[in-house]
């Protein structure tokens, strides 16, 4: 061995001696793909195309993204007309501005903003519409936009625009601990001696207990309880259970009462799609005819933001619904509870907490972390960007 080292080949050198050159690079971004519907092994984070602006939307340089359990479902493939896989998820992220599209006014590169999107948050640079991008105020944290879209918008326009909430009123919500009803527990008090019943798993009472006028264990009869309490019922039920919850719901609203269902958190029975779970969901519900709710004095109201904002065109109502949050928020009465921060490629264990029902408010997902150390497995090899979850793998504890 002479110890010399071949001269590295220029592209010129290449062209000479008959070598094809390598194409242009395409610039590269990491993002959280959805590789088909499933477990949480279809995560992967993976390098992909960056994304690049089009007429009228803006790219986001990402600092956090909020996961929701709407991530759950779209992975699950249990979410009406998703778009085919590989897909990057994440319905919502906040980020600095890195470039406009032909006419999209209203910002500059460098603005703080929080992006509202139809799937693809998840990733290192998004592009969005216009429409849906606000500018967050200096003084709130990127973690703090990323939390505000999905869970805050949500809870306002049904308390608000739908309940019709106002001092005194009686509001009852399911999983008060989580990241949606943290923001309805927030706003709720916002409003003059509302009286707040709420559900939660058992190891989060202690810690949401201050938030809610009379929070109960989740696997109690929650309807008896309220009962005892209040035997008229109470004014607004939010039910994002559905199943047999959504009958329950109903029967203790209050004459004048409005029951609105936003969600169906009991089709989620473990990791992948039950379509036990889905089947038993829909058939529990009663078929409510209107004759017995005109008799009943009691309306009934079902809520998708995203359908609202992205298919329905209330983009403007998103925006003075968004505008007014970031007000409540500036003068200090609402403010996102985090639960934790995760790197992209530790994606898995962040769903699996949802999962496992622990998270006490949001879940960030930051680009910028750094993953967890994780014990390799006899024989297997891990790359850097490989975010999947094996399914022997132990849950690693939380982010915080
Ligand atoms: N319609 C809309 O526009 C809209 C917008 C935002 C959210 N949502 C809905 O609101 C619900 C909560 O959403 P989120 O993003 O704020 O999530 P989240 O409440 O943070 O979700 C996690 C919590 O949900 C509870 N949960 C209930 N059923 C569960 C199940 N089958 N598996 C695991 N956890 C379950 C658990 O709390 P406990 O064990 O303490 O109950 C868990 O900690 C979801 O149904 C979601 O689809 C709807």
């Given at each position: 061995?002479?110890?010399?080292?071949?001269?590295?080949m220029?592209?010129?050198?290449?062209?000479?001696?008959?070598v094809?050159?390598?194409?242009?690079?395409?610039?590269?971004m990491?993002?959280?793909?959805?590789?088909?519907?499933?477990?949480?092994?279809?995560?992967?984070?993976?390098?992909?195309?960056?994304?690049?602006?089009?007429?009228?939307?803006?790219?986001?340089?990402?600092?956090?993204?909020g996961?929701?359990?709407?991530?759950?479902?779209?992975?699950?493939?249990?979410?009406?007309?998703?778009?085919?896989?590989?897909?990057?998820?994440?319905?919502?992220?906040?980020?600095?501005?890195?470039?406009?599209?032909?006419?999209?006014?209203?910002?500059?590169?460098?603005?703080?903003?929080?992006?509202?999107?139809d799937?693809?948050?998840?990733?290192?640079?998004?592009a969005?519409?216009?429409h849906?991008?606000?500018?967050?105020?200096?003084?709130?944290?990127?973690?703090?936009?990323?939390?505000?879209?999905?869970?805050?918008?949500?809870?306002?326009?049904?308390?608000?625009?739908?309940?019709?909430?106002?001092?005194?009123?009686?509001?009852?919500?399911?999983?008060?601990?989580?990241?949606?009803?943290?923001?309805?527990?927030?706003?709720?008090?916002?409003?003059?001696?509302?009286?707040?019943?709420?559900?939660?798993?058992?190891?989060?009472?202690?810690?949401?207990?201050?938030?809610?006028?009379?929070?109960?264990?989740?696997?109690?009869?929650?309807?008896?309880?309220?009962?005892?309490?209040?035997?008229?019922?109470?004014?607004?039920?939010?039910?994002c259970?559905?199943?047999?919850?959504?009958?329950?719901?109903?029967?203790?609203?209050?004459?004048?009462?409005?029951?609105?269902?936003?969600?169906?958190?009991?089709?989620?029975?473990?990791?992948?799609?039950?379509?036990?779970?889905?089947?038993?969901?829909?058939?529990?519900?009663?078929?409510?005819?209107?004759?017995?709710?005109?008799?009943?004095?009691?309306?009934?109201?079902?809520?998708?933001?995203?359908?609202?904002?992205?298919?329905?065109?209330?983009?403007?109502?998103?925006?003075?619904?968004?505008?007014?949050?970031?007000?409540?928020?500036?003068?200090?009465?609402?403010?996102?509870?985090?639960?934790?921060?995760?790197?992209f490629?530790?994606?898995?264990?962040?769903?699996?907490?949802?999962?496992?029902?622990k998270?006490?408010?949001?879940?960030?997902?930051?680009?910028?972390?750094?993953?967890?150390?994780?014990?390799?497995?006899?024989?297997?090899?891990?790359?850097?960007?490989?975010?999947?979850?094996?399914?022997?793998?132990?849950?690693?504890?939380?982010?915080?």
């Open positions: 061995m002479s110890g010399e080292t071949a001269p590295e220029t592209s010129e050198t290449k062209a000479e001696e008959g094809v050159p390598d194409p242009p690079k395409t610039p590269q990491r993002a959280i793909t959805l590789t088909g519907f499933g477990g949480l092994k279809m995560l992967k984070t993976v390098q992909r195309d960056e994304a690049s602006v089009k007429e009228g939307e803006i790219l986001i340089r990402v600092k956090a993204c996961l929701n359990f709407l991530d759950l479902m779209a992975r699950q493939g249990v979410i009406d007309n998703p778009p085919k896989t590989p897909m990057t998820i994440g319905f919502e992220c906040s980020g600095e501005v890195e470039a406009l599209g032909p006419n999209a006014s209203g910002f500059e590169v460098g603005d703080r903003v929080i992006g509202f999107c799937y693809e948050a998840w990733a290192e640079l998004v969005i519409s216009a849906f991008v606000y500018k967050m105020p200096d003084k709130m944290s990127f973690q703090d936009g990323a939390a505000l879209a999905m869970n805050y918008m949500a809870a306002y326009m049904m308390l608000f625009d739908i309940g019709n909430l106002r001092p005194g009123n009686s509001v009852f919500c399911h999983s008060v601990g989580g990241g949606i009803g943290q923001a309805i527990s927030q706003l709720c008090r916002t409003v003059d001696n509302v009286t707040l019943y709420g559900t939660a798993s058992y190891y989060k009472l202690e810690s949401v207990k201050d938030n809610v006028t009379h929070l109960f264990d989740r696997v109690v009869d929650y309807g008896q309880e309220i009962r005892k309490l209040s035997p008229e019922g109470v004014d607004i039920v939010l039910d259970l559905c199943g047999d919850d959504t009958n329950k719901g109903i029967s203790l609203l209050k004459p004048m009462g409005k029951y609105v269902l936003y969600g169906s958190s009991n089709v989620v029975t473990g990791e992948t799609k039950s379509f036990f779970s889905f089947a038993k969901s829909w058939w529990q519900v009663d078929k409510i005819s209107p004759i017995k709710l005109y008799d009943e004095n009691k309306s009934i109201a079902g809520f998708q933001l995203r359908e609202l904002v992205f298919r329905q065109g209330q983009h403007e109502y998103a925006r003075k619904v968004m505008n007014r949050l970031i007000q409540l928020y500036s003068e200090g009465k609402i403010r996102p509870r985090i639960d934790s921060a995760w790197a490629e530790d994606v898995g264990d962040a769903m699996q907490k949802v999962h496992d029902r998270n006490i408010g949001k879940i960030i997902l930051d680009p910028s972390l750094e993953p967890k150390v994780k014990p390799v497995v006899q024989g297997q090899v891990r790359t850097h960007t490989d975010s999947s979850c094996s399914d022997d793998k132990e849950p690693v504890a939380n982010g915080e």
